[in-house]
T-cell receptor, first 113, second 116 residues
Framework: DARVTQTPRHKVTEMGQEVTMRCQPI?????VFWYRQTMMQGLELLAY????????DSGMPKDRFSAEMPDATLATLKIQPSEPRDSAVYFC???????????FGDGTRLSIL | AQSVTQPDIHITVSEGASLELRCNYS??????LFWYVQSPGQGLQLLLK??????LVQGIKGFEAEFKRSQSSFNLRKPSVHWSDAAEYFC??????????????FGKGTHLIIQP
């Protein structure tokens, strides 16, 4: 079965450090999404790309977060500098236009101390 | 703006009993609707989706959901739950362009507990 792969699965770091999360979308999917899951806010869409171009990043804090797709097989989400309030599970999903759903990775559980 | 409401934060059901999880949505156009399930430490797995056509849709693991436009609802049902169904369930809505093409809006989730 094709899967969305996220690394690392877990990350613990201190406040102020740079954090990079990576996502390998399913081959052939041209749209990549980043979501954040917290107890208080639930699942929120942060940003998404189509054909490697950013389409919407309105859900993402611009001052410290950045998302890129260096190539079709890799999406990255960076936080610099990180803060304790960034602690959450970050999910990547991929999909394509049409009547097919998004497929989610297993997430990166991020803890900022 | 679109929104999804799952009124029940927790639901406890006895094994073998029937289940209904509620979902109400607010969306300005024809929606695409989804139910996902999340087990602890895992990502989201799609249970079923509604795009158009028959308003009763069948999914995996014996789940089904019924789209009721007049009530803006998309409730999830299962006739007989198994202990392995204990998980977090999320309802989501997306634009008509397709569930794989645009960001989804999720409800806060319903935590399902199965009693022996």
């Amino acid at each position: 079965d094709a899967r969305v792969t996220q690394t690392p699965r877990h990350k613990v770091t201190e406040m102020g450090q740079e954090v990079t999360m990576r996502c390998q979308p399913i081959l052939g999917h041209n749209t990549v999404f980043w979501y954040r899951q917290t107890m208080m806010q639930g699942l929120e869409l942060l940003a998404y790309f189509r054909n490697r171009a950013p389409l919407d990043d309105s859900g993402m804090p611009k001052d410290r977060f950045s998302a890129e797709m260096p190539d079709a097989t890799l999406a990255t989400l960076k936080i610099q500098p990180s803060e304790p309030r960034d602690s959450a599970v970050y999910f990547c999903a991929s999909g394509s236009p049409g009547n097919q759903p998004q497929h989610f990775g297993d997430g990166t559980r991020l803890s900022i101390l | 703006a679109q929104s999804v409401t799952q009124p029940d934060i927790h639901i406890t059901v006895s094994e073998g009993a029937s289940l209904e999880l509620r979902c109400n949505y607010s969306y300005g156009a024809t929606p695409y609707l989804f139910w996902y399930v999340q087990s602890p430490g895992q990502g989201l797995q799609l249970l079923l989706k509604y795009f158009s056509g028959d308003t009763l849709v069948q999914g995996i693991k014996g789940f089904e959901a019924e789209f009721k436009r007049s009530q803006s609802s998309f409730n999830l049902r299962k006739p007989s739950v198994h202990w392995s169904d204990a998980a977090e369930y999320f309802c989501a809505v997306g634009p008509y362009s397709g569930g794989g093409a645009d960001g989804l809006t999720f409800g806060k989730g319903t935590h399902l507990i199965i009693q022996p």
